[in-house]
C-alpha cells in the first residue's frame, strides 16, 4: 500500500508540474479572478483524474488486482481516490460560485472578461464551436457534481441497505460522463496542444470507457461460474451458515484467504470468504448474518438451487518462512480455513499460532477448528468477548513471546485491527512489512 501510495503522490506532483507550466503567472499575479480562473481549472483537471481512477479501479480487472496485491486493497484505493476527487470537486465548485456570489452583492467587482489568445485559422471553427457549448458544458456538470454528491453520502451512510448502495455505485457512472463533457469541454484553450491537455484527454477517455463498461454490466461478467448447492449448515450460537457449492468445470480453482462474489438468484452479488481446501472439487463458505442480505440467508438458500460464482479474487500470500501469528475477528476465521485444510498434515513449518476471538463461540464451529488446527500443527486460542477481555499484544506476548520475530496475519473488523496495529507500533514492530491483512470493509 506504502507503494502505491507513493506512486499516487508522484502522479499529482507530475500533474501539477504540467498544470504550473500552463499557468506561469499564478505566482506573480495579484488578480483575485486570475486565480480563480487557473485554480478552478487545476481543481477540475485533478479532481477529473483521479474520478478516472476509480472507475478504472472499479472494472475489477485481473491486471490491477496483481499490481495492487488483492481486489480489497484495490476497494480501499478505489473508495479513498473516489472521496479525495469528490472533494477536490467540491472545491471547484466553490471557486467558480463564491466570486460570483460576491460580485452579485457588490463586495467584488468582476474584471472586463478577457479572451484566450486567437488559435491558429484552421481551428478557429473548432474554437467558435466549443464556445458555443459553455453554457451547456457548464449546467451538465453542475448536474453531474449534484448527482455525484448526492451518490457519495448515500454510498458513505454506512446503514444504507446493499440494493441502493449498489445502484448508488451504478449511477456513480453516468455522474462521472457527465462531468466528463463538462471538463472537456471547458478546458482552457491556452491549454490546448500542451501535455496537460492531452493527459487530461487521456484520462477522459480511458476512464469514459471503465464508466460504459460497469454501465453495460461487463464488471467481472469473464470471471463468473455457474454452481449448485451441494448443502447448508446452520450454527445458531454464532448466527454464520455453511454453504457448500458444486462449481462447473470451468471453474479453475482457488488459494486460501481468496474470496467471491456469489450471486442467488435475482440478488445482488456479494463477497464471500473461501473456506474450503485449494484442492477440493468442491467450495465452501461460512456466512455470518451481518446484513439485509446475509440475515435469514440461510432460510432462503435450498440444496439445488443455482448460484453464480464470480472470482476468486484477493492476494492474501501466507508465507510460511518465519513463525506467524494469525489473529480472527469474528466471520474474519473464514480466511483462515482454508489455508488450514492446505496445511493438513504438514506439521515441518515454522511455529503459528491462530487467535479466533468472537462475541460468543458455537460449539460445533470452534469443535471442527480445534481439530483443524489439530491436524494443521496450529496453536489455537479461542477467546470469547462475552466472558474474557478482548485480544491485545500483551496477551499475544504472553502467549507467544516477543512479536517482532512473527509475521501478523489478520482477518476482522477494521477498528480491531487500528487497536491492534497501534499497539504494534509502540514495540517498534515492522507493520508495513510483517503485518498483512484483508480490508475486511470494502464499502
Known amino acids: ?251 479453475q480453482g482457488h488459494t486460501a484467504g481468496q474470496f467471491a462474489y456469489l450471486q442467488f438468484g435475482n440478488e445482488d452479488p456479494h463477497p464471500f470468504t473461501f473456506v474450503s481446501s485449494t484442492n477440493d472439487p468442491e467450495i465452501r463458505f461460512l456466512i455470518k448474518a451481518l446484513g439485509d442480505f446475509t440475515t435469514g440467508l440461510y432460510e432462503r438458500v435450498k440444496i439445488g438451487d443455482a448460484v453464480t460464482v464470480e472470482g476468486p479474487y484477493g492476494r492474501v500470500n501466507f508465507g510460511l518462512n518465519k513463525p506467524q501469528i494469525w489473529i480472527a475477528g469474528g466471520v474474519g476465521i473464514t480466511a483462515f480455513f482454508a489455508i488450514l485444510e492446505t496445511l493438513k498434515g504438514k506439521t515441518n513449518h515454522p511455529q503459528i499460532d491462530l487467535f479466533y476471538c468472537n462475541r460468543g463461540i458455537d460449539n460445533h464451529l470452534a469443535d471442527e477448528l480445534y481439530s483443524l488446527t489439530q491436524q494443521a500443527g496450529v496453536r489455537l486460542n479461542v477467546i470469547d468477548t462475552l466472558h474474557s477481555p478482548r485480544l491485545n499484544i500483551d496477551y499475544i506476548a504472553t502467549q507467544c513471546g516477543n512479536v517482532n520475530d512473527y509475521d501478523f496475519y489478520f482477518c476482522g473488523p477494521e477498528i480491531f485491527s487500528k487497536t491492534l496495529t497501534k499497539a504494534l507500533a509502540t514495540c517498534h514492530f515492522n507493520i508495513e512489512k510483517s503485518y498483512h491483512e484483508e480490508l475486511f470493509v470494502m464499502r
Open 1 to 251: 500500500m506504502k507503494t502505491t501510495r507513493n506512486v499516487i503522490w508522484v502522479m499529482i506532483a507530475t500533474i501539477s508540474t504540467l498544470w504550473f507550466a500552463v499557468e506561469p503567472q499564478f505566482f506573480t499575479s495579484n488578480n483575485l479572478f486570475e486565480w480563480r480562473s487557473a485554480i478552478i481549472q487545476y481543481s477540475g483537471i485533478l479532481s477529473l483524474i483521479l474520478m478516472s481512477i476509480t472507475m478504472i479501479l472499479a472494472m475489477r480487472l485481473s491486471v490491477i488486482e496483481n499490481w495492487l496485491s488483492g481486489m480489497d486493497k484495490a476497494y480501499r484505493i478505489h473508495k479513498w481516490l473516489g472521496i479525495s476527487s469528490i472533494a477536490l470537486g467540491i472545491s471547484h465548485w466553490l471557486w467558480y460560485q463564491i466570486p460570483k456570489w460576491l460580485v452579485m452583492a457588490g463586495i467584488l467587482t468582476r474584471p472586463a472578461r478577457q479572451h484566450d489568445s486567437k488559435p491558429a485559422a484552421t481551428e478557429f471553427s473548432w474554437n467558435a464551436w466549443v464556445n458555443n457549448l459553455h453554457g451547456f458544458a457548464e449546467n451538465i456538470g453542475e448536474w453531474g457534481f449534484y448527482l455525484l454528491l448526492a451518490l457519495l453520502m448515500i454510498s458513505l451512510w454506512a446503514t444504507v441497505k446493499y440494493k441502493p448502495f449498489k445502484l448508488s455505485h451504478r449511477l456513480m457512472s453516468v455522474a462521472y460522463l457527465l462531468i466528463v463533457v463538462h471538463s472537456v469541454l471547458l478546458l482552457k484553450h491556452a491549454y490546448w496542444g500542451e501535455p496537460i491537455y492531452y493527459l487530461t484527454l487521456g484520462f477522459a477517455f480511458i476512464g469514459s470507457i471503465a464508466a460504459m463498461y460497469s454501465l453495460l454490466g461487463f464488471v467481472g461478467r469473464s470471471n463468473r461460474h455457474a454452481a449448485v448447492v451441494v448443502s447448508t449448515r446452520y450454527f445458531p450460537q454464532a448466527e454464520t451458515m455453511e454453504l457448500i457449492l458444486k462449481p462447473n468445470s470451468a471453474w
